[in-house]
């Protein structure tokens, strides 16, 4: 926990009450930490952990320091003097603030300022506004953040296999997320059934908005999603089941998918996706 006492004070503030409690070098009291106003003087500093109450009712200011002052320390030591001048010391209790404008400690708040703006990829958005299966979701997901269980993926977990190969193509490709879902020739006839195949791009975040504009329906996501799951069905069956893989087959499986969205989806999205499923050849 007290790992975390420097994130703590980089987020917090405090109005200086009585002083018992508030660090003199540490604290925020007088703008950044005094340690950092003054480095030279906090050098000579003998004891880090002073109260202000402590070091303000002293008479013999000096002595918390290591004498005697380089010329740039003494300088210090005499506006820190001056800074104490000002100070009031009163019966009130020391009471801390935060850098989102109130004395609440919220846990939102402090997770936003740990982590600062994250820019999220719009494909996530668009992924959970899915009405894809919750478990394809979760699929999709761990494809997008490479976490699915490729044949790499498990080869670099020291997981020992007779091959790393992709199952699907018989070009000595190790099956790496990119290759088995963009690059293998299955994948690349697969994807051209919808003529999306010379849209794919390096990055798969830079593939998707490509696919999604020219389906251009308000299920496109379902549809990318319902892709990919194809694509993995058809590996599985081979790895597990044994199974011969075919176009027509994960056809199949493809059209079962958007099958099961069209009773998730609000009425006029499950409409629109019935009548083109009806058209998919």
Not at 114 to 142: D, M, N, Y
Not at 205 to 220: A, G, Q, R, W
Request: with cysteine.
């Amino acid at each position: 926990m007290f790992k975390l006492i420097g994130k703590y004070k980089d987020m917090s503030f405090i109005t200086v009450g009585d002083g018992s409690t508030c660090l003199l070098w540490s604290d925020a009291w007088h703008g950044p930490p005094l340690s950092i106003q003054y480095p030279e003087l906090y050098s000579f500093s003998r004891y880090n952990n002073v109260s202000v109450s402590t070091f303000q009712d002293a008479v013999h200011k000096e002595s918390f320091f290591y004498l005697p002052f380089s010329v740039e320390a003494f300088g210090q030591y005499q506006t820190l003097l001056l800074d104490l001048d000002s100070l009031n010391l009163n019966q009130t209790r020391d009471s801390w603030s935060y850098n989102w404008g109130s004395g609440l400690f919220l846990s939102a708040k402090a997770y936003q300022h740990l982590l600062g703006t994250v820019i999220v990829s719009q494909v996530f958005q668009w992924l959970w506004k899915s009405s894809a299966l919750p478990k394809r979701k979760v699929f999709f997901w761990l494809a997008l953040v490479d976490r699915l269980n490729t044949r790499e993926i498990l080869r670099r977990r020291n997981m020992d296999l007779l091959s790393h190969n992709c199952v699907l193509c018989l070009f000595n490709e190790e099956e790496t997320l990119r290759h088995l879902f963009l690059d293998c020739p299955f994948a690349i006839s697969y994807w051209n059934m919808l003529g999306l195949a010379q849209l794919i791009q390096p990055n798969l975040f830079d593939t998707i908005p490509l696919f999604s504009s020219l389906i251009n329906k308000p299920f496109f996501m379902e549809i990318i999603i319902a892709m990919f799951w194809g694509i993995w069905s058809a590996r599985n069956d081979v790895i597990f089941k044994n199974r011969s893989h075919s176009l027509q087959a994960v056809k199949i499986i493809f059209k079962q998918e958007l099958a099961w969205v069209t009773l998730r989806a609000n009425k006029s999205v499950s409409s629109q996706l019935k009548l083109w499923l009806d058209n998919f050849v």
